[in-house]
C-alpha cells in the first residue's frame, strides 16, 4: 500500500511548480468573488424583498457559476494551514494567531454573510482554527502513545517540501507505523483511539458552532494532515471527502489540482496580509452592501 502512494506521489514531479505565495493571493482572489456574489447577490434584497441576484438577467446563472469558482479558495487555505502547523517555530503562537483573526473576523463574516441570523455562525477562521487544535492533539497523542521505534523515519525526507522538521512528518507519520511487538499494538490502539475520539469532538465543536465548512473543514484538515507524505493521493481523497460533504465542492478540483503543483517554496508573500485580508474585505463588502441596499 505505502509503495503505490509513493508511486501516486512521484507522478506530481512532472506538474508545473506553483509556490506557496502564488496559491495564497490566487485563493485570495478567488475567495472575494465568492464573497461578492454571496453579499450581493445573494443576501442583498431589492425593496421588494426578492434576491438582487433575481432581478438581473441570468442572476441565477452569475450567481452559481461565481460560487463555484469561489470553491478553490477553501482547500488553499486547509492545506496551508497543515503546512504551517509543521513549519511553525511556535505552535502556541500560530494557534493565538489563529484564534485572534477568528475573534477579529467574526462581526464582519456573521453581518456580511448572515445578516439575519437569529444564530452564531462561526466563519471559515475559528473551522481553521479547531482543524489545528486537532491535528495538533493528534500530533500529542502520537508523541505520547508510540515510541519512537514505532515509525519508520530513518534517513526519511518528505517528499512533500517539509522536510525533517521538528514535530512534522519527518519525525513520522501514522501512514509509516510499524508495531513490533503486543505492547506496540496496543499503543497502536490506544493512539487510534483517542485520535479518532479526538476528531469526533472537534467535529461535534464546528457544528454546535456552526463554523463555515462546518466537520466538514475540520475533517479535510485532518485528511492533508495524516496524508502529509503522499500528497497526491491525499489530495484525491481530500477532494472526494470534501465533494461528499457538499456536492458543489465537486467544483473545486481545480484547487486540489494547483496543489499537487506546490513546489514547496514560499514565495513572495507578506504573512500578515493574509490575516487580515479577510475580516477587511469581509467588513468592506458590508458596508457597500449597506451603503447601496441599506442592509
Not at 465568492?34 to 453579499?39: G, K, L, Q, T, W
Not at 462581526?107 to 454573510?113: G, H, L, T
Not at 458543489?248 to 507578506?270: D, I, K, V
Request: net charge positive; aromatic share 18%.
Amino acid at each position: 500500500m505505502e509503495f503505490f502512494l509513493q508511486e501516486l506521489d512521484r507522478k506530481r514531479v512532472n506538474l508545473p511548480p506553483l509556490d506557496a505565495g502564488k496559491l495564497k493571493y490566487f485563493a485570495c482572489i478567488i475567495m472575494l468573488i465568492d464573497h461578492v456574489a454571496c453579499v450581493f447577490l445573494e443576501t442583498a434584497h431589492t425593496e421588494y424583498g426578492q434576491s438582487f441576484m433575481y432581478s438581473l438577467p441570468r442572476g441565477e446563472l452569475i450567481d452559481s457559476l461565481l460560487r463555484a469558482v469561489g470553491r478553490q479558495a477553501f482547500p488553499i487555505f486547509c492545506f496551508f494551514l497543515v503546512e504551517g502547523f509543521l513549519k511553525t517555530r511556535s505552535r502556541p503562537k500560530y494557534f493565538m494567531r489563529l484564534l485572534l483573526f477568528a475573534v477579529l473576523s467574526q462581526y464582519p463574516f456573521q453581518k456580511s454573510i448572515f445578516p439575519r441570523a437569529m444564530y452564531f455562525h462561526g466563519s471559515v477562521m475559528c473551522t481553521l482554527a479547531i482543524g489545528m487544535l486537532t491535528i495538533w492533539v493528534i500530533e500529542a497523542m502520537r508523541h505520547a502513545f508510540l515510541t519512537k521505534n514505532a515509525f519508520d523515519t530513518e534517513g526519511e525526507k518528505s517528499q512533500n517540501g517539509f522536510g525533517n522538521l521538528p514535530g512534522s512528518a519527518g519525525e513520522g507519520n501514522p501512514l509509516t507505523m510499524i508495531t513490533k511487538d503486543a505492547s506496540g499494538i496496543f499503543y497502536a490502539g490506544l493512539f487510534l483511539l483517542v485520535s479518532c475520539s479526538t476528531v469526533y469532538g472537534f467535529c461535534r465543536l464546528a457544528a454546535l458552532l456552526r463554523t463555515d465548512y462546518s466537520y466538514g473543514g475540520v475533517i479535510t484538515i485532518v485528511l492533508l494532515y495524516i496524508f502529509q507524505k503522499y500528497r497526491i493521493p491525499g489530495l484525491f481523497i481530500s477532494w472526494a471527502w470534501l465533494s461528499w460533504y457538499n456536492r458543489l465542492e465537486l467544483y473545486s478540483a481545480p484547487a486540489f489540482f494547483m496543489l499537487a503543483c506546490y513546489n514547496g517554496q514560499r514565495g513572495r508573500q507578506h504573512k500578515y496580509f493574509f490575516y487580515i485580508f479577510y475580516p477587511a474585505h469581509l467588513l468592506v463588502l458590508f458596508l457597500l452592501r449597506r451603503h447601496f441596499f441599506g442592509i
